[in-house]
T-cell receptor, first 115, second 109 residues
Framework: DTAVSQTPKYLVTQMGNDKSIKCEQNLGHDTMYWYKQDSKKFLKIMFSYNNKELIINETVPNRFSPKSPDKAHLNLHINSLELGDSAVYFCASSQVGYSGANVLTFGAGSRLTVL | GQNIDQPTEMTATEGAIVQINCTYQ??????LFWYQQHAGEAPTFLSY??LDGLEEKGRFSSFLSRSKGYSYLLLKELQMKDSASYLCASMDSNYQLIWGAGTKLIIKP
């Protein structure tokens, strides 16, 4: 069973459209994240939810709206897509482990291409 | 500001040893992580250091010096499957991960 699953894996769309990416984790983790990885491979945190509550909201355009219906799901909706939104979006979840480390488990990524 | 520096790319030979360095500057420190990311795939957790010293885990070891803001990942007995990007990330005082751009490791036969 996939631990963190996100859909779709690939998304190609036109500028100005609205799209959503869904994420689900079956690890029982309390915290979920959305990351953006651009062409230079930097991973940038966008949002973090803990038990459905928003705890991190980085400087992200308000065209991006996360929604967490329950602690196992964190979806990302993007309005009025722009060329610069093209990237790979990773969902992740975490729980503090025995070592005290907050280890992230990532989904396979959703590659968004805006034309 | 917060910053993570690691080399962009390294090349090594199958069977050899390679050391990937990472220096970090973050607001506070709650540990240093290494992740492996194969092309087109998700990052996967390799190691976590919060105390100074070397942590060994099979062919991979990770070292931390908090006073120097420095870590390295040591890969021994390199295999072709180790070709990947290796991401260094520091956790700051707010428990947020600050990521480096990753080091692309190329293994040659």
């Amino acid at each position: 069973d996939t631990a963190v699953s996100q859909t779709p894996k690939y998304l190609v769309t036109q500028m100005g459209n609205d799209k959503s990416i869904k994420c689900e984790q079956n690890l029982g983790h309390d915290t979920m994240y959305w990351y953006k990885q651009d062409s230079k491979k930097f991973l940038k945190i966008m949002f973090s939810y803990n038990n459905k509550e928003l705890i991190i909201n980085e400087t992200v355009p308000n065209r991006f709206s996360p929604k967490s219906p329950d602690k196992a799901h964190l979806n990302l909706h993007i309005n009025s897509l722009e060329l610069g939104d093209s990237a790979v979006y990773f969902c992740a979840s975490s729980q503090v482990g025995y070592s005290g480390a907050n280890v992230l488990t990532f989904g396979a990524g959703s590659r968004l291409t805006v034309l | 500001g917060q910053n993570i520096d690691q080399p962009t790319e390294m090349t090594a030979t199958e069977g050899a040893i390679v050391q990937i360095n990472c220096t970090y500057q973050t607001s506070g420190f709650n540990g240093l992580f290494w992740y492996q990311q194969h092309a087109g795939e998700a990052p996967t957790f390799l190691s976590y250091n919060v105390l100074d010293g070397l942590e060994e885990k099979g062919r991979f070891s990770s070292f931390l010096s908090r006073s120097k803001g420095y870590s390295y990942l040591l890969l021994k007995e390199l295999q072709m499957k180790d070709s990947a990007s290796y991401l260094c990330a520091s956790m700051d005082s707010n428990y947020q991960l600050i990521w480096g751009a990753g080091t692309k490791l190329i293994i040659k036969p």
